[in-house]
């Protein structure tokens, strides 16, 4: 059974950094792509960073130049580093693992709120 487990949301000022990470377990974490999502009230979940199993990377241009994404393969986890915040980065963020998997698939984490003030 694949679980994605995310952690290190909160609420932070303005400017303030976070890091959220995904722990996955029942996959094979180092074949897969590694995304961040997030979906703020009233507005479709957007795609915020992806890294891929090669380890290419791809983010929203919203956060480009504030937020980083990694992974560490032998901790199965992934990371969004989140720095610069703005109160419009505020939403529930979302872990999704795809690809090989096994099984082949799209996984997704529970979320964790990121609450930016001003």
């Known amino acids: 059974q694949v679980q994605l487990v995310e952690s290190g949301g909160g609420l932070v000022q303005a400017g303030g950094s976070l890091r959220l990470s995904c722990a996955a377990s029942?996959?094979?974490?180092?074949?897969?792509?590694l995304g961040w999502y997030r979906q703020a009230p009233g507005k479709q979940r957007e795609l915020v960073a992806e890294i891929t199993s090669g380890g290419s990377t791809r983010y929203a241009d919203s956060v480009k130049g504030r937020f980083t994404i990694s992974r560490d393969n032998a901790k199965n986890t992934g990371y969004l580093q989140m720095n610069s915040l703005k109160p419009e980065d505020t939403a529930v963020y979302y872990c999704n693992v795809k690809g090989l998997g096994p099984p082949p698939g799209v996984y997704w984490g529970q979320g964790t709120q990121v609450t930016i003030s001003s």
């Open positions: 029942g996959i094979i974490f180092s074949i897969n792509t």
